[in-house]
């Protein structure tokens, strides 16, 4: 398995934005072959800070979803301040 952690620092005032632009990606990646599940959550000290952690069966199915993010319409100005990407690989206590 395949997991990806982004962490969204949203700009003030922009966070109905935020919302939308990852849900709406969260809805898109469903119909990836490979995509397995989507979380969003919100830090508990700062609503700004917006987290997703994104499971797939393996790296080559993250992959076409960034192909077909790419070719998405621009939308306008981001509502982040900044955006921070994890790759992980799902390793087992019997993996190593």
């Known amino acids: 398995?395949?997991?990806?952690?982004?962490?969204?620092?949203?700009?003030?005032?922009?966070?109905?934005?935020?919302?939308?632009?990852?849900?709406?990606?969260?809805?898109?990646?469903?119909?990836?072959?490979?995509?397995?599940?989507?979380?969003?959550?919100?830090?508990?000290?700062?609503?700004?800070?917006?987290?997703?952690?994104t499971a797939w069966t393996e790296e080559a199915a993250f992959e076409v979803w960034q192909k077909i993010k790419a070719g998405l319409p621009d939308t306008g100005e981001s509502p982040y301040v900044k955006v921070e990407t994890e790759r992980h690989y799902v390793q087992h206590s019997h993996d190593r």
Request: proline share 6%; no cysteine.
């Open 1 to 53: 398995m395949f997991i990806v952690v982004v962490r969204h620092q949203v700009k003030p005032g922009m966070l109905d934005k935020a919302y939308a632009r990852i849900d709406g990606n969260g809805d898109r990646m469903a119909q990836v072959p490979g995509f397995l599940f989507r979380h969003r959550m919100v830090a508990k000290t700062d609503p700004l800070l917006i987290s997703t952690v």
